[in-house]
């Protein structure tokens, strides 16, 4: 069993993370071909491989598109290589310890960071039902075999309806899994969907959403959001 991480996305943040990664095996930066060439060159110094895609012709709502084709590339690089596990993670968040988050997270077969109590924020995903209660972007970081994650990031969608990026991965991940199409937590446990919010907590790992650090902390949202019934904020 070998591990990975597929940092996704633009690379206006590299200098704020980078170093976050340094010594550890199997990380990938999946960005765009337009990217600026001294961020490029900054994150190969650091020992991070990059590749570069071109961007998708058409966004997808709140450019879900985009994520799913720069994860996809990323994920089938850690398969080439052999890696079987892998961290996604966006280019604009920073792990504290990415190397005790991999330890304290290995084995899972697919884990999502944190899932949300119900109706905390309206939002209708018309895809099968409409619900009220994956709030927290679930689709930002998660981690799980490759071959799970590729269920997650394994599409594109043809035009910009307005169904958010969270639902649509999970959408992907569950009915390319034969797995009924619900986000009720005891659903997702029972169907062999983990979330490793408690593994942060007890490693003292925190997560910082960098574009939005001078809002709520992006960690507390997560612990006063989540519907994790292990999470000591429930």
């Known amino acids: ?130 619900h009220t209660s994956f709030d927290f972007p679930g689709d930002l970081i998660l981690y799980g075999s490759l071959d799970e994650l590729e269920k997650c990031f394994n599409f594109q969608v043809e035009d910009n309806n307005p169904i958010p990026p969270e639902a649509l991965i999970a959408y992907s991940y569950l009915t390319q899994s034969d797995i009924e199409f619900n986000f009720d937590y005891d659903h997702f446990i029972n169907s062999g969907i983990s979330f490793f919010a408690q593994e942060c907590l007890d490693n003292n790992i925190e997560i910082d959403w960098l574009k939005r650090s001078n809002e709520e902390p992006f960690w507390k949202n997560i612990l006063n959001h989540s519907a994790d019934k292990t999470l000591y904020n429930y």
């Open 1 to 130: 069993m070998s591990q990975g991480i597929i940092i996704q996305g633009p690379t206006n943040y590299a200098s704020y993370i980078v170093d976050s990664y340094w010594g550890i095996d199997n990380v990938v930066w999946s960005t765009w071909i337009d990217e600026p060439l001294s961020n490029i060159e900054l994150i190969k110094s650091k020992g991070i491989e990059v590749i570069q895609v071109n961007k998708p012709t058409v966004t997808g709502y709140m450019n879900v598109n985009f994520q799913t084709l720069s994860t996809y590339a990323g994920i089938n690089h850690l398969k080439n290589k052999g890696v079987t596990e892998g961290l996604k993670i966006r280019g604009d968040m920073k792990i504290n310890n990415p190397k005790l988050l991999l330890e304290a997270i290995k084995g899972k077969k697919i884990s999502f960071l944190s899932i949300c109590k119900p109706n905390i924020r309206p939002l209708y995903y018309e895809l099968v039902h409409q």
